[in-house]
């Protein structure tokens, strides 16, 4: 219902009930009525207004006027019972102002459903500044967490020295920041490439695999390169991956011909009974 066809509704509403006053004794109750049915939709014009700029102010009109909409909304559910009561006494004007009456319960629901897509306009917009304040959380965590990290030449040392005396735990845990903190350095693929090694030693085949092929990606020609592909087909063989780890072992002999993880690889096709030899 238009706004200007729900003021002509409620004009006349009001001039039909102090007509028959002396009968029902309710004209007092009907212009609060009308007067708080104009006050919602002043409210309701407010809150579209106002959307985009006062979401907090406009959540607050929301819950006045849903609370306002309920209590004219039992109104009329109670003057319509009155009316209904009164119908044989009053002839034709009951009928009329029943009609009004009606009428207005139509604009409450009509008020009820905008209010109710008012708020889950609010809610949406709440979840979103919910979920992006998460984000943003977020990055300033790892912000922080990146500016309180140790330099990358102490930090790659700390954990050579720690892999290299046999303390593989504390080892994977500073690979594994120095990674974090510092992926795109030189020194980035020799961490992957050590923590695989901490990996296959620990009998970890699928992760140590991995760890591997993350030299193999994005640093194919660091100083790691020819090893990482050689445990990298280790790692598969041992997960009952022959196929693919043969694979691997022939195209490091073909890259990497008279390394020493050459003839490593060779050793081990001889082992499973496979030619060296691509065919």
Request: charged fraction near 20%; include cysteine; glycine fraction near 6%.
């Amino acid at each position: 219902m238009k706004p200007h066809r729900v003021s002509a509704s409620i004009a006349l509403l009001a001039i039909l009930w102090l007509e028959t006053a002396p009968a029902f004794g309710v004209s007092k109750e009907m212009v609060q009525l009308q007067t708080q049915v104009q006050q919602l939709q002043e409210q309701m014009t407010a809150m579209q207004r106002s959307f985009d700029e006062r979401m907090g102010v406009m959540k607050n009109l929301v819950e006045v006027d849903t609370d306002a909409v309920n209590k004219v909304a039992n109104a009329l559910n109670a003057m319509q019972t009155t009316l209904q009561k009164q119908q044989a006494d009053g002839g034709t004007k009951t009928d009329q102002l029943s009609g009004q009456i009606q009428a207005l319960n139509d604009t409450m629901d009509e008020i009820k459903v905008r209010l109710a897509k008012v708020t889950k306009q609010l809610e949406d917009m709440q979840s979103a500044q919910q979920s992006l304040a998460a984000q943003q959380a977020t990055q300033q965590a790892a912000q922080q967490a990146a500016a309180s990290a140790p330099p990358p030449d102490v930090l790659y040392n700390n954990a050579l020295r720690d892999y290299n005396g046999g303390k593989n735990d504390l080892a994977l845990q500073e690979f594994s920041d120095y990674v974090k903190f510092y992926p795109n350095t030189d020194l980035a693929g020799n961490c992957y490439f050590y923590l695989g090694e901490i990996q296959y030693r620990q009998a970890n085949y699928q992760q140590a695999a991995q760890s591997y092929d993350q030299v193999l990606q994005n640093f194919p020609s660091g100083n790691k390169a020819a090893s990482a592909q050689l445990k990298k087909g280790f790692s598969l063989i041992e997960l009952g991956k022959q196929d693919d780890g043969v694979t691997e072992l022939k195209h490091l002999i073909q890259r990497y011909p008279h390394s020493p993880e050459a003839l490593q690889a060779r050793e081990r096709l001889h082992k499973l009974g496979v030619s060296s030899t691509s065919r």
